[in-house]
């Protein structure tokens, strides 16, 4: 039982490039969420996923993309990565328990 | 407007002294609230929540409505207590479980 993973841990990317950031959990969970972690300004929430088919957008939205793939599987894209998108980028699900439960983390860097 | 505010962004006291990590929350709905911690190269995770009423590692907190406070606090601070804490709010009848966080705490304990 892995709970929730990403892919990757560590990315460096240039501005103007592109890139998908996987998120996988395996508990049978309806929501997904994509939160960005930065220093002094705690988890801000860039995109959530309440059931397979829907996606809403977060406190964070823009310059991202994301597709729930199916139940387990929840990317976000960065079309065209700029400076401001470096952070750590966390997954996290939950269920009917109401508890989040988080990946690892993507740590990102654009120069 | 819905708000967690954390105002210590970092505390740092001596192992065996009383901790209190602070948060204050303002919001008009029915409101649960969570802490989180994230230690060093581990992903965060659920430490309490208030609906619990438990203690979990020597930590305590109570929901104060009146106040809108739902302070963290342990007697005796240990050194693996040393990690970052995040207080989360989520409105007890959304069913897409979102949370909204604080900006964090980082606690050290000095031995």
């Known amino acids: 039982n892995a709970g929730v993973t990403q892919t990757p841990k560590f990315q460096v990317l240039k501005t103007g490039q592109s890139m998908t950031l996987q998120c996988a959990q395996d508990m049978n969970h309806n929501s997904m969420y994509w939160y960005r972690q930065d220093p002094g300004m705690g988890l801000r929430l860039i995109y959530y996923?309440?059931?397979?088919?829907?996606?809403d957008k977060g406190e964070v939205p823009n310059g991202y993309n994301v597709s729930r793939l199916n139940k387990r599987e929840f990317s976000l894209r960065l079309e065209s990565a700029a400076p401001s998108q470096t952070s750590v980028y966390f997954c996290a699900s939950s269920g009917l328990a109401e508890r989040q439960y988080f990946g690892p983390g993507t740590r990102l860097t654009v120069t | 407007a819905q708000r967690v505010t954390q105002p210590e962004k970092l505390l740092s006291v001596f192992k065996g002294a009383p901790v209190e990590l602070k948060c204050n929350y303002s919001y008009s709905g029915s409101p649960e609230l969570f802490w989180y911690v994230q230690y060093s190269r581990q992903r965060l995770q659920l430490l309490l929540r208030h609906i619990s009423r438990e203690s979990i590692k020597g930590f305590t907190a109570d929901l104060n409505k009146g106040e809108t406070s739902f302070h963290l606090k342990k007697p005796f601070a240990q050194e693996e207590d040393s990690a970052m804490y995040y207080c989360?709010?989520?409105?007890?009848?959304?069913?897409?479980?979102?949370?909204?966080w604080g900006a964090g705490t980082k606690l050290i304990i000095k031995p």
């Open positions: 996923s309440a059931s397979e088919g829907t996606t």
């Open positions: 989360a709010l989520r409105d007890a009848g959304d069913s897409n479980y979102q949370l909204i």
